[in-house]
Each structure stands twice: as C-alpha cells, then as structure tokens.
C-alpha cells in the first residue's frame, strides 16, 4: 500500500516555485510542498511573512525567499535569472500571487484596473515566459514539468462580488490563459492546470468579505460542505496536479469550493 502512494504522490526531491508563498492560500501550498519534500523557492515583496513561515517550519525545511515585485517586468526577469543561478530545472511553478479590488461601476478606475490585471494576468505570463527553459529541463514525457496557476471562483460566478471587476476578469482570463497554455506546452513536455478556490482563509478573502456586508456567512450558509477550504484541500490538489497521479491532466480548471458552484 506504501509503495502505490509513493509512486503516485511523492514530490520529493522536486523543486518548486510557489509566488505569493509567504501568506494566505500561497502558505499553505508552500507548507505542503515543503512537508511532501520538495525544494521550494517563495517569492514576495516582503521578507517578514517568509521569515515567520521558515520559523514556522523549521530549519530542516528547503524554503528560499527571493524578494521581487512581480509587477513589475524588469523584477519577473531577475526573479528568473536568480532562480536558474539556483537551480537547472523547475518541475512546478504555481502562480498563486494576486491582488484584489472592488468598487462600484462608477468608481473603478483605470489605475486599479491595470494593476490588479497586471499583477493577476500578465504576471503568470511573464513568469511563465521567462522560466521557460527551466521547466523545460525539468519535464519529460512521463512525468511533465507542472504550472498550476491559482484562478477563482469570482472567474466563474456571473456576479460582481462587490464589484469585483477587473477581479473577475483577470481569473477569468487565467481560466483560460491555462488552457492554452496547455495546448501549447504538452508537447514540450509541460502540463498547465487552474484551480479556483472558493473560500478559504487569507488577506484576499478577507477583502472579498469587506466589501460585501454579510457576505460571509451568506457564502458559508450556501456552501453544501458547510466549512471553508483548508490548508490540507488546497495542499492535497496541488500534488495531486504536481505528482504522477496528475501527469495526465492538463488543460484543466477545477472549481475547489465545497460544492458552491457545483453542487448548489
């Protein structure tokens, strides 16, 4: 019985990128990764959450902060030439950092729109542009390099959430920016799934719940597992899409919410 789950679901000696890795969802995929034994390089703007995390996890963990501002183009290339110094071969990338605003139709403006579309579209892929080759070294036909990009419900739901526009597009659009990317990339030996989480805990929830009066314990009420997300569902997803059990897979968008939008 040990031996099917190990060579279904091991990770180990894997390396992975996890962006937005220090907070929020993007913890709690890195804290799996590291416990699944993956080598795991987080990138944020600030040093301080990762620094709690490593604590957090202990000396033992292979966890690597790189400071960079991925709204930014010219810091994705850094980020990119710091990690091949690191190292050869990239087998996951999971494009998890993101931003959030909501405001009424008549207020949104183009600054904000920019730069939650900058941050949540363009971003992954720039990324994904500029760590091509390592992802490529890392795959093969048997077993391919991963890009699991983080989307969202709010790209699925037809409501605004509070006027969540450009919130909802940007996921909307990495929904589908997977797909073709996994039309392009199999062939290179590179598999690309989305997941869109409903609701679990962090910053970006958060915002989502303060803009909407209620609407968190509407959405609980509506949620037929009656309990938000956890670190071990958005874990247990993530090396499912990273292991052999998920080589198979690509092209996908897996609505992650307790039945929200699939089993109302």
Not at 57 to 83: K, M, N, P, Y
Not at 112 to 134: E, I, T
Not at 248 to 263: F, K, N
Request: glycine share 12%.
């Amino acid at each position: 019985m040990t031996d099917i789950y190990a060579n279904l679901f091991s990770l180990s000696g894997k390396t992975a990128l996890v962006t937005g890795g220090a907070k929020g969802i993007g913890a709690m995929i890195t804290r799996v990764l590291v416990r699944a034994g993956c080598r795991v390089f987080v990138t944020g703007r600030s040093g301080e959450a990762a620094e709690a995390l490593r604590a957090e996890l202990g000396e033992a963990a292979q966890l690597t902060f790189l400071q960079h501002d991925l709204s930014r183009q010219d810091e994705i290339q850094a980020l990119a030439e710091e990690l091949g110094r690191s190292c050869p071969q990239l087998h996951i990338l999971v494009n998890n950092a993101g931003t959030f605003d909501a405001g009424a139709l008549g207020e949104t403006t183009a600054d904000s729109w920019d730069k939650v579309m900058g941050l949540n579209l363009r971003a992954p892929f720039m990324l994904v542009q500029a760590l091509l080759p390592l992802l490529e070294a890392a795959g093969s036909a048997a077993d391919p390099a991963r890009i699991i990009n983080l989307g969202s419900i709010g790209g699925l739901m037809p409501q605004s959430n509070g006027g969540a526009y450009a919130y909802g597009c940007s996921k909307a659009a990495i929904h589908q920016l997977t797909r073709m990317l996994a039309s392009d990339l199999r062939g290179r030996h590179i598999n690309a799934n989305a997941i869109a989480p409903g609701y679990f805990p962090s910053d970006m929830t958060s915002g989502f719940f303060e803009a909407v009066p209620n609407l968190r314990e509407q959405m609980l009420a509506q949620i037929p597992a009656g309990r938000f997300g956890s670190e071990e569902d958005i874990g247990g997803m993530v090396v499912f899409l990273a292991s052999r059990a998920g080589a198979y897979l690509t092209g996908s968008v897996t609505a992650l919410d307790g039945g929200l939008l699939t089993a109302p």
